[in-house]
């Protein structure tokens, strides 16, 4: 299995409500990403989020990590129909013997 | 701030082909991915370049796959001879060093095996 899995895969929301996503990974990091993937686009990085810090805040978005249950969530708030996309986790173990490893992702619809 | 730019955009090919990947980073970005992004997956990372040294290759399936990047700017991804399980989208990006940097992720390059 991967190093970092999204949940759930899917989401369908409606605008002006929040979006949450999970991330879950298996090794020791040093830092999380999480990108988002607009279809047929190339990836966009959101926010990065270091092992010693909990939560960051960017814009609408809110990230927060959990290093002792390896995990991190992707908060979108009042979310937009712009907002649909695919949304990465992607966890940095450099310094734990693996490289940069990405998630599956999650599927977001923010339905107008 | 110009992006990175990969060429070419499409590619189709019959297996046993090969074919090349071209990919210029961000000004100033020492360090360089490539990725392949199998529909419906996250992208898995082929290889990572430190100016013009290999950093991983761990995944890059080496009897068919070779990847340079010459003078520590453009690189090239090439696949000879090319199998179905090929066809995916292959993604460059690159940041200012490794480690803690947020990746600049070209177009990608969408190839097809028939």
């Known amino acids: 299995s991967q190093q970092g899995e999204e949940d759930p895969q899917a989401l369908s929301i409606q605008e002006g409500e929040n979006a949450t996503m999970n991330c879950s990974y298996k090794t020791s990091i040093n830092n999380l990403q999480w990108y988002r993937q607009n279809s047929g686009r190339g990836l966009v990085h959101l926010i990065l989020?270091?092992?010693?810090?909990r939560e960051k805040h960017s814009g609408r978005l809110r990230v927060t990590l959990d290093t002792s249950k390896k995990s991190s969530s992707l908060l979108i708030t009042a979310s937009r129909a712009a907002d649909t996309a695919s949304y990465f986790c992607?966890?940095?173990?450099?310094?734990?013997?693996?490289?940069?490893?990405f998630g599956p992702g999650t599927r977001l619809s923010v339905l107008p | 701030e110009a992006g990175v730019a990969q060429s070419p955009r499409y590619k189709i090919i019959e297996k046993r082909q090969s074919v090349a990947f071209w990919c210029n980073p961000i000004?100033?970005?020492?360090?360089l991915y490539w990725y392949q992004q199998i529909l419906g997956q996250g992208p898995k990372l082929l290889i990572q370049?430190?100016?013009?040294?290999?950093?991983?290759d761990s995944q890059l399936p080496k009897d068919r796959f070779s990847a340079e990047r010459l003078k520590g700017v453009d690189s090239t991804l090439k696949i000879q001879p090319a199998k179905l399980e090929d066809s995916a989208v292959y993604l460059c990006?690159?940041?200012?060093?490794?480690?803690?940097?947020?990746?600049?992720f070209g177009p990608g390059t969408r190839l097809t095996v028939t």
């Open positions: 000004s100033g970005h020492a360090t």
């Open positions: 989020i270091r092992s010693n810090e």
């Open positions: 370049f430190q100016n013009n040294g290999v950093v991983d």
């Open positions: 990006a690159s940041s200012l060093a490794a480690g803690s940097y947020e990746q600049y």
């Open positions: 992607a966890t940095d173990a450099t310094d734990y013997g693996q490289n940069f490893v």
